[in-house]
């Protein structure tokens, strides 16, 4: 039996990015793969304000993964240290318009001054009451699903009493709705390993622009896209 069709909301409420393409974009021009994620890295901040204006309330950014770590060891020493040097930059001007910021996946493999400055920025915006911006670094879904397994096992919650409710209070996104609309940039079609509980019933929009050149226009357009299809509730 197949379901009603309902139209979703004009905007949605969560929106998930995989911010791909960064290396291709600095190569394409001739300039260091790290350059690409520095402009990448400035590309976020953007975007979320830019999502949080058109009135999404929650965003989340995909930018390094658990199998990320796998990539040359002078890109990943660049990678971290572009994110210390700009976190500052970021949480300045995210804290400024009253965003809440997260951070989802694990942080034990940061060095710890890293580490106790990004608790830091999460303890400092946690009170906040715009839009929430959740950065994915370090983060892996299957990992998130495993850990969330593990500590529900220890929590002593007997097995009749799990439910989908349940289980989502131990994930890294405790607290924030499942993905409305998931967005990946770079030509690329596949979910990477990214929110595969949350994703379940996401809208999905891919686009073959790189993520340094995703502007406000090209949030307009998925926004716009987001807000043609229709949802099927219950049913294939």
């Given at each position: 039996?197949?379901?009603?069709?309902?139209?979703?909301?004009?905007?949605?409420?969560?929106?998930?990015?995989?911010?791909?393409?960064?290396?291709?974009?600095?190569?394409?021009?001739?300039?260091?793969?790290l350059?690409?994620?520095?402009?990448?890295?400035?590309?976020?901040?953007d975007?979320?304000?830019?999502l949080?204006?058109?009135?999404?309330?929650?965003?989340?950014l995909?930018s390094?993964?658990?199998?990320?770590?796998?990539?040359?060891?002078?890109e990943?020493?660049?990678?971290l240290?572009?994110l210390?040097?700009?976190?500052?930059?970021?949480?300045?001007?995210?804290?400024?318009?009253?965003?809440?910021?997260?951070?989802?996946?694990r942080?034990?493999?940061?060095a710890?001054?890293l580490?106790?400055?990004?608790?830091?920025?999460?303890?400092?915006?946690?009170?906040?009451?715009?839009?929430?911006?959740s950065?994915?670094?370090?983060?892996?879904?299957?990992?998130?699903?495993?850990?969330?397994?593990?500590?529900?096992?220890?929590?002593?919650?007997k097995?009749?009493?799990?439910e989908?409710?349940?289980?989502?209070?131990?994930?890294?996104t405790?607290?924030?709705?499942?993905?409305?609309l998931?967005?990946?940039?770079?030509?690329?079609?596949?979910?990477?390993?990214?929110?595969?509980?949350q994703?379940?019933?996401?809208?999905?929009?891919?686009?073959d622009?790189?993520?340094?050149?995703?502007?406000?226009?090209d949030?307009?357009k998925a926004?716009?896209?987001?807000?043609?299809?229709?949802?099927?509730?219950?049913?294939?």
């Amino acid at each position: 039996m197949q379901s009603a069709e309902t139209p979703v909301s004009s905007v949605p409420r969560h929106v998930a990015i995989i911010m791909d393409g960064n290396g291709r974009w600095a190569t394409a021009r001739g300039l260091p793969r790290l350059e690409g994620h520095r402009v990448g890295l400035e590309k976020a901040g953007d975007a979320v304000l830019g999502l949080a204006a058109a009135g999404v309330s929650f965003i989340t950014l995909f930018s390094f993964s658990t199998e990320n770590w796998k990539r040359p060891k002078e890109e990943v020493a660049g990678i971290l240290r572009l994110l210390a040097e700009g976190l500052e930059r970021t949480v300045k001007d995210l804290n400024a318009q009253n965003i809440v910021i997260r951070h989802l996946g694990r942080l034990d493999r940061l060095a710890p001054p890293l580490r106790h400055r990004v608790k830091e920025v999460v303890e400092k915006t946690k009170d906040n009451t715009g839009a929430v911006a959740s950065f994915a670094f370090d983060y892996g879904g299957r990992a998130e699903i495993l850990n969330a397994t593990k500590r529900l096992m220890k929590s002593g919650i007997k097995a009749e009493d799990v439910e989908e409710n349940t289980f989502a209070r131990y994930l890294y996104t405790a607290g924030i709705p499942d993905v409305d609309l998931l967005v990946r940039t770079g030509g690329e079609m596949r979910l990477s390993n990214f929110l595969l509980w949350q994703s379940s019933y996401a809208e999905l929009y891919f686009t073959d622009t790189l993520w340094p050149d995703f502007s406000r226009g090209d949030i307009e357009k998925a926004l716009a896209e987001y807000a043609r299809r229709q949802r099927r509730f219950g049913g294939l």
